[in-house]
């Protein structure tokens, strides 16, 4: 989502910097040199960033850390998750003031490359993480922020992949109707502080407000920023665009809800013309489309859900119009009527860049719990998804334009087991609710790996599950690629640049 337009000399110093090194070759004594494809190298150093997780007494929340096995890494590294004041340039755990400061005692310790490590922490005081992976530990690297709320506003499942920081995000299915309480968490992990403007579009356009403008976020700092306080109009479905104007961010949206509960609301794909949310819950009993468009066009969408049977059109709710600059939001109600799908946006005529997002509800009455799904992006070369338990994890997979087979493996667990895996075939136009693998002696939490063996593309969708007192608590993450490699064009040495 980042648009920052890079010179030629900065692109190739960033390369550097995520990759680790960049190999120069002697030219070939012929003239002639035939171009090879990019090599596919494992990255060097990831960076996630997690938000702090409640302000509930009562909330109880578990870190899950894996990165899965790739090859060609180096045999060494580390990875470390600090809390943002204590992560500093230097290691040193310097507050952003420059005194010392004594470092806490880490949240958890990544394990060795294919088996999970977990942590966890409780009541209202979590504190918003850093996370840094270098070597072995930084291909791949996820984790999970998961936290259980008994009772109160947003009780239930809540459930955010820490993420990388960017300077453009989109959040269709925020609100501020009464009884919700949305918050938009912004975390700092750089030496210099960032600013951020924080803007609001509802069903008539954006809503005038000054009080997004201009956000300092803090060095090694995070600010949850209660959207209420930021316009004075009241409205059920809202788009919110955080646009960083200096420096990066982490963005997640908090939304939480007096009466059916809550969950974390991660950033829509990047505006495109035609969207794949991937795994709704084949016992949602209410489903709610939230879109937008930020350009000057309108965009006319066809719906359509990819169900276990093929690609249908839901009764009532074949097409969808998105007014350019408005947030447009309809219900399709029980549309899975008990099987698992993924809902799939396309043009109905000219393709108009759109982000959107789903509410998913599952319960009725005073047990009901609510959960979202943004537009995902693709699982590209490999999806990876911590904090999987035995019971209470579903694995939906979706193809949309051509059949496709994929690779799951289940990692070993966290106490311990052994990974296994299964090899799955999924239909052109279909969602399958997979029977994913579990490690076998599997003792603790495991992780999921998704890696696309031929066909078309897949998208993808973890559900996590936990009924407390009747109440059907879940939570969804969409499965992105995991960024483990990145392409390394062959470069050659060439002196003739410098006699131009």
Request: hydrophobic share 35%; net charge negative.
């Amino acid at each position: 989502m980042n648009r920052t337009t890079l010179s030629l000399f900065a692109g190739t110093a960033a390369l550097a910097a995520v990759t680790g090194f960049a190999a120069l070759n002697q030219p070939a004594a012929s003239s002639g040199h035939t171009a090879e494809a990019a090599a596919q190298l494992p990255v060097e150093r990831t960076s996630l960033l997690c938000p702090a997780p409640s302000l509930s007494d009562i909330a109880d929340t578990s870190y899950t850390s894996f990165t899965p096995v790739t090859k060609g890494t180096t045999s060494d590294g580390k990875a470390e998750l600090q809390t943002a004041t204590e992560q500093s340039a230097d290691g040193t755990g310097s507050s952003s003031g420059g005194g010392k400061k004594k470092a806490a005692k880490p949240v958890l310790t990544p394990k060795a490359p294919g088996t999970p490590a977990t942590g966890d922490t409780s009541g209202a005081d979590g504190p918003a993480y850093v996370g840094t992976a270098e070597g072995k530990y930084a291909p791949g690297w996820t984790v999970q922020e998961t936290t259980e709320v008994a009772a109160g506003t947003g009780r239930g499942l809540q459930g955010v992949n820490c993420t990388a920081a960017d300077t453009d995000f989109w959040f269709p299915g925020a609100s501020t109707a009464a009884g919700r309480t949305d918050y938009v968490h912004l975390t700092n992990p750089d030496d210099s502080a960032a600013v951020v403007d924080v803007e609001l579009y509802g069903k008539d356009g954006q809503l005038k407000s000054t009080v997004g403008e201009g956000i300092t976020v803090q060095p090694h700092a995070s600010e949850p920023v209660l959207l209420s306080t930021l316009a004075d109009e009241r409205q059920t479905d809202l788009t919110v665009h955080v646009n960083v104007r200096s420096g990066r961010v982490g963005a997640s949206v908090q939304a939480l809800d007096d009466k059916s509960g809550g969950d974390w609301l991660a950033a829509s794909a990047d505006p495109a013309g035609s969207l794949v949310l991937p795994g709704i819950p084949k016992d949602a009993t209410d489903v709610r489309l939230i879109a937008f468009t930020p350009g000057d066009s309108d965009a006319d969408l066809k719906v359509r859900l990819a169900s276990p049977d093929g690609a249908i059109t839901p009764a009532g709710n074949e097409t969808l119009h998105v007014k350019a600059g408005m947030t447009t939001a309809t219900d399709l109600g029980d549309v899975t009527r008990g099987e698992a799908g993924s809902l799939l946006l396309t043009p109905s005529d000219q393709p108009v860049p759109v982000v959107a997002a789903l509410r998913v509800t599952r319960g009725k009455g005073a047990k009901q719990e609510t959960a979202y799904i943004p537009a995902a992006a693709p699982v590209g070369t490999r999806a990876t998804s911590a904090d999987n338990s035995g019971k209470g994890t579903t694995l939906s997979l979706t193809a949309p334009t051509g059949t496709a087979q994929v690779k799951v493996t289940a990692s070993a667990g966290s106490e311990g087991g052994t990974a296994v895996s299964k090899t799955f075939t999924i239909k052109a136009g279909t969602t399958q609710d997979v029977d994913a693998p579990v490690p076998s002696g599997l003792k603790g939490t495991y992780a999921l790996t998704v890696e696309p063996v031929s066909g078309g593309p897949v998208y993808g969708a973890r559900t996590l599950a936990a009924t407390e007192e009747g109440v059907p608590g879940f939570t969804i993450q969409t499965l992105p690629d995991d960024r483990g490699t990145v392409a390394v064009p062959e470069a050659d040495q060439d002196v003739s640049v410098l006699q131009k």
